[in-house]
């Protein structure tokens, strides 16, 4: 049986991974999935590491834990063009 267990060692009932979430469509669906931060852990992903950054960083200021007074990440990235093999080998 897998682990739904993040990095904080918090456990999500749903790890989802969104394409091309930086902007547009996708960063809209992504910001509605990271909205439920007890259950979703939100995969962003985009070919610009810095623009992947600063979606995780603008969603994790939205979903901020008021109940441990701390920022409580249900978001992270991947950046790679996932078009390029390579790079789909490394993200593994």
């Not at 259950?39 to 979903?63: A, D």
């Not at 920022?71 to 080998?89: C, G, M, P, T, Y």
Request: proline share 0%.
């Amino acid at each position: 049986m897998s682990s739904n267990l993040n990095k904080d060692g918090l456990n999500f009932k749903r790890w989802i991974l969104i394409n091309g979430s930086t902007d547009g469509f996708g960063r809209q669906l992504a910001q509605e999935l990271a909205a439920n931060i007890y259950e979703n852990f939100v995969i962003i992903h985009g070919r610009s590491e810095k623009n992947c950054q600063k979606t995780v960083e603008e969603l994790g200021m939205e979903h901020e834990n008021v109940e441990n007074n701390r920022k409580q990440r249900n978001v992270d990235f991947v950046a790679a063009d996932f078009s390029k093999l390579s790079e789909v080998i490394m993200g593994c």
